[in-house]
Protein backbone atom coordinates (compact mmCIF):
# COMPACT_ATOMS: atom_id res chain seq x y z
CA UNK A 1 0.00 0.00 0.00
CA UNK A 2 1.11 3.42 -0.41
CA UNK A 3 2.73 5.68 2.66
CA UNK A 4 1.40 9.21 2.92
CA UNK A 5 3.66 10.94 5.45
CA UNK A 6 2.68 14.21 6.62
CA UNK A 7 4.27 16.93 8.39
CA UNK A 8 4.21 18.36 10.95
CA UNK A 9 2.17 16.11 13.07
CA UNK A 10 1.06 19.37 14.95
CA UNK A 11 1.96 22.95 14.61
CA UNK A 12 1.02 26.25 16.39
CA UNK A 13 -0.12 29.04 14.88
CA UNK A 14 -1.49 32.49 15.15
CA UNK A 15 -4.48 34.44 13.81
CA UNK A 16 -3.82 35.56 10.21
CA UNK A 17 -0.42 33.38 9.99
CA UNK A 18 0.25 32.07 6.70
CA UNK A 19 0.62 27.89 7.40
CA UNK A 20 1.61 25.02 5.13
CA UNK A 21 1.17 21.26 5.56
CA UNK A 22 2.93 18.79 3.36
CA UNK A 23 1.78 15.42 2.19
CA UNK A 24 4.57 12.91 0.62
CA UNK A 25 3.77 9.97 -0.68
CA UNK A 26 5.88 6.98 -0.93
CA UNK A 27 5.50 6.52 -4.67
CA UNK A 28 4.32 8.98 -7.21
CA UNK A 29 0.44 9.34 -7.16
CA UNK A 30 0.27 12.26 -9.89
CA UNK A 31 -2.28 14.73 -8.58
CA UNK A 32 -4.69 11.93 -7.16
CA UNK A 33 -4.46 13.71 -3.48
CA UNK A 34 -7.56 15.58 -1.56
CA UNK A 35 -7.26 17.25 1.53
CA UNK A 36 -9.51 16.67 4.34
CA UNK A 37 -10.14 19.08 7.54
CA UNK A 38 -11.35 17.65 10.81
CA UNK A 39 -12.50 18.96 14.08
CA UNK A 40 -13.25 17.16 17.16
CA UNK A 41 -16.16 14.49 17.07
CA UNK A 42 -17.23 16.13 13.86
CA UNK A 43 -16.88 14.41 10.44
CA UNK A 44 -14.22 15.19 7.70
CA UNK A 45 -14.62 17.74 5.13
CA UNK A 46 -13.69 18.05 1.82
CA UNK A 47 -11.39 21.10 1.02
CA UNK A 48 -9.50 20.11 -2.02
CA UNK A 49 -9.68 17.65 -4.68
CA UNK A 50 -6.82 16.21 -7.65
CA UNK A 51 -4.42 17.60 -5.41
CA UNK A 52 -5.05 21.88 -6.49
CA UNK A 53 -8.79 22.14 -7.32
CA UNK A 54 -10.96 23.66 -4.41
CA UNK A 55 -14.53 21.80 -3.45
CA UNK A 56 -17.29 23.89 -3.37
CA UNK A 57 -17.75 26.33 -0.45
CA UNK A 58 -14.07 26.15 0.38
CA UNK A 59 -12.92 29.70 1.45
CA UNK A 60 -10.26 30.87 -0.82
CA UNK A 61 -7.51 31.31 1.84
CA UNK A 62 -7.25 26.96 1.17
CA UNK A 63 -5.21 26.00 -1.59
CA UNK A 64 -3.50 23.03 -2.89
CA UNK A 65 -0.33 22.14 -4.78
CA UNK A 66 1.51 19.27 -5.56
CA UNK A 67 1.95 16.40 -8.32
CA UNK A 68 4.28 13.57 -8.20
CA UNK A 69 4.66 12.31 -4.76
CA UNK A 70 4.97 15.76 -2.99
CA UNK A 71 2.02 17.81 -2.10
CA UNK A 72 1.15 21.16 -0.20
CA UNK A 73 -1.72 22.49 1.53
CA UNK A 74 -1.63 25.73 2.49
CA UNK A 75 -3.87 28.17 4.48
CA UNK A 76 -3.05 31.96 3.41
CA UNK A 77 -4.55 33.79 6.75
CA UNK A 78 -5.25 31.38 9.31
CA UNK A 79 -8.86 31.93 10.58
CA UNK A 80 -9.98 31.15 14.24
CA UNK A 81 -12.60 28.71 12.52
CA UNK A 82 -9.08 26.63 11.20
CA UNK A 83 -8.13 25.36 14.21
CA UNK A 84 -8.77 21.73 13.48
CA UNK A 85 -6.84 18.48 12.30
CA UNK A 86 -5.51 17.99 8.47
CA UNK A 87 -5.53 14.79 6.45
CA UNK A 88 -4.63 13.91 2.97
CA UNK A 89 -5.49 11.06 0.80
CA UNK A 90 -4.31 9.05 -1.93
CA UNK A 91 -7.12 7.92 -4.26
CA UNK A 92 -4.67 6.49 -6.60
CA UNK A 93 -4.41 3.44 -6.43
CA UNK A 94 -6.08 0.81 -4.00
CA UNK A 95 -6.57 0.59 -1.17
CA UNK A 96 -7.00 4.50 -0.52
CA UNK A 97 -4.63 5.77 2.17
CA UNK A 98 -4.64 8.94 4.39
CA UNK A 99 -1.98 10.48 5.92
CA UNK A 100 -1.13 10.36 9.93
CA UNK A 101 -2.89 14.37 10.16
CA UNK A 102 -1.76 17.45 11.07
CA UNK A 103 -3.05 19.23 14.39
CA UNK A 104 -3.09 23.24 13.81
CA UNK A 105 -3.63 24.30 17.18
CA UNK A 106 -3.74 28.10 18.61
CA UNK A 107 -0.06 29.39 19.84
CA UNK B 1 -29.62 18.64 -0.10
CA UNK B 2 -27.67 15.41 -0.38
CA UNK B 3 -27.26 13.94 3.42
CA UNK B 4 -26.11 10.52 4.94
CA UNK B 5 -27.45 8.81 8.12
CA UNK B 6 -24.98 5.72 9.77
CA UNK B 7 -26.56 3.29 11.75
CA UNK B 8 -26.11 0.34 13.40
CA UNK B 9 -23.28 0.19 16.07
CA UNK B 10 -23.04 -0.36 19.32
CA UNK B 11 -20.89 -2.87 21.66
CA UNK B 12 -19.64 -5.87 19.96
CA UNK B 13 -18.18 -9.47 20.95
CA UNK B 14 -14.58 -10.05 19.55
CA UNK B 15 -15.22 -12.56 16.73
CA UNK B 16 -18.69 -11.18 16.15
CA UNK B 17 -20.60 -9.76 13.56
CA UNK B 18 -22.07 -6.22 13.00
CA UNK B 19 -24.22 -4.57 9.90
CA UNK B 20 -23.26 -1.36 9.79
CA UNK B 21 -26.12 1.08 7.24
CA UNK B 22 -26.01 3.87 6.05
CA UNK B 23 -29.30 5.98 4.89
CA UNK B 24 -28.89 8.26 2.28
CA UNK B 25 -31.20 11.23 1.21
CA UNK B 26 -31.28 14.05 -1.98
CA UNK B 27 -29.63 11.51 -4.04
CA UNK B 28 -28.61 7.79 -5.47
CA UNK B 29 -26.36 5.54 -3.40
CA UNK B 30 -26.74 3.84 -6.32
CA UNK B 31 -25.59 6.55 -8.69
CA UNK B 32 -22.73 7.43 -6.97
CA UNK B 33 -19.04 5.26 -5.12
CA UNK B 34 -19.34 5.67 -1.73
CA UNK B 35 -16.98 4.45 0.97
CA UNK B 36 -16.62 3.90 4.63
CA UNK B 37 -14.09 5.41 6.63
CA UNK B 38 -13.01 4.49 10.33
CA UNK B 39 -11.95 6.43 13.00
CA UNK B 40 -10.27 4.32 16.65
CA UNK B 41 -10.44 6.53 19.59
CA UNK B 42 -7.54 9.15 19.19
CA UNK B 43 -6.42 8.26 16.12
CA UNK B 44 -6.22 8.91 12.70
CA UNK B 45 -8.69 8.41 9.52
CA UNK B 46 -8.12 5.22 7.97
CA UNK B 47 -9.90 4.02 4.36
CA UNK B 48 -12.12 0.82 5.10
CA UNK B 49 -14.28 0.12 1.65
CA UNK B 50 -15.49 1.59 -1.64
CA UNK B 51 -18.06 0.40 -3.77
CA UNK B 52 -19.10 1.88 -7.28
CA UNK B 53 -21.91 2.20 -8.90
CA UNK B 54 -20.94 -0.97 -11.43
CA UNK B 55 -20.69 -3.13 -8.30
CA UNK B 56 -16.89 -2.96 -8.31
CA UNK B 57 -15.59 -2.39 -4.83
CA UNK B 58 -12.38 -2.31 -3.06
CA UNK B 59 -11.23 -2.72 0.63
CA UNK B 60 -8.05 -1.56 3.07
CA UNK B 61 -6.03 -4.64 3.30
CA UNK B 62 -6.73 -4.67 7.09
CA UNK B 63 -10.37 -5.72 6.33
CA UNK B 64 -10.07 -7.67 3.09
CA UNK B 65 -12.09 -10.99 3.64
CA UNK B 66 -14.04 -9.92 6.54
CA UNK B 67 -15.66 -6.79 5.78
CA UNK B 68 -17.96 -6.49 2.79
CA UNK B 69 -19.90 -3.12 1.45
CA UNK B 70 -23.01 -3.58 -0.60
CA UNK B 71 -26.39 -1.33 -1.27
CA UNK B 72 -29.82 -1.80 -1.26
CA UNK B 73 -30.83 0.57 -4.02
CA UNK B 74 -34.13 0.41 -3.19
CA UNK B 75 -34.34 1.82 0.30
CA UNK B 76 -31.10 4.05 -0.91
CA UNK B 77 -28.75 2.68 1.74
CA UNK B 78 -25.13 2.01 1.78
CA UNK B 79 -23.91 -1.55 4.21
CA UNK B 80 -20.71 -2.07 6.12
CA UNK B 81 -21.20 -5.82 6.65
CA UNK B 82 -18.39 -6.92 9.27
CA UNK B 83 -17.63 -10.27 10.36
CA UNK B 84 -15.02 -11.52 12.55
CA UNK B 85 -14.67 -8.64 14.42
CA UNK B 86 -11.39 -7.57 16.31
CA UNK B 87 -10.20 -5.22 19.24
CA UNK B 88 -9.02 -3.27 16.55
CA UNK B 89 -11.52 -2.69 14.67
CA UNK B 90 -13.25 -0.62 17.69
CA UNK B 91 -14.22 2.95 15.55
CA UNK B 92 -15.80 5.62 14.59
CA UNK B 93 -17.22 4.56 11.05
CA UNK B 94 -18.34 7.34 8.44
CA UNK B 95 -20.15 6.43 5.31
CA UNK B 96 -19.46 9.07 2.50
CA UNK B 97 -20.37 9.71 -1.05
CA UNK B 98 -17.43 10.16 -3.98
CA UNK B 99 -17.87 13.18 -5.50
CA UNK B 100 -20.58 13.33 -8.44
CA UNK B 101 -19.78 13.83 -11.54
CA UNK B 102 -21.61 17.16 -12.20
CA UNK B 103 -19.25 18.32 -9.77
CA UNK B 104 -15.43 16.40 -10.32
CA UNK B 105 -14.36 15.21 -13.84
CA UNK B 106 -14.06 11.66 -14.42
CA UNK B 107 -10.96 10.55 -13.11
CA UNK B 108 -11.02 13.13 -10.04
CA UNK B 109 -12.02 11.50 -6.99
CA UNK B 110 -13.51 12.70 -3.36
CA UNK B 111 -15.40 12.66 -0.95
CA UNK B 112 -17.81 15.32 -0.46
CA UNK B 113 -20.92 14.14 1.98
CA UNK B 114 -20.16 12.52 4.94
CA UNK B 115 -22.43 10.82 8.07
CA UNK B 116 -22.08 11.77 11.51
CA UNK B 117 -20.77 8.52 12.24
CA UNK B 118 -21.49 5.20 13.91
CA UNK B 119 -19.60 4.08 16.97
CA UNK B 120 -18.52 0.13 17.24
CA UNK B 121 -16.88 -1.19 20.36
CA UNK B 122 -15.63 -4.29 20.43
CA UNK B 123 -14.64 -5.99 23.96
CA UNK B 124 -15.88 -9.05 25.42
Known amino acids: AIQMTQSPSSLSASVGDKVTITCRASQGIGSDLGWYQQKPGKAPKLLIY???TSHTGVPSRFSGSGSGADFTLTISSLQPEDFATYYCLQDYEYPWTFGQGTRVELK | DAQLVESGGGLMQPGGSVRLSCAAS????????MSWVRQAPGKGLEWVAI???????FYADSVKGRFIISRDNSKNVLYLQMDRLGVEDAAVYYC??????????????????WGQGTTVTVSS
Open chain 2, 51 to 57: LYGGGSS
Open chain 2, 26 to 33: GFSVSNNY
Open chain 2, 96 to 113: ARGLPSYIAAAGKYGLDV
Open chain 1, 50 to 52: AAS
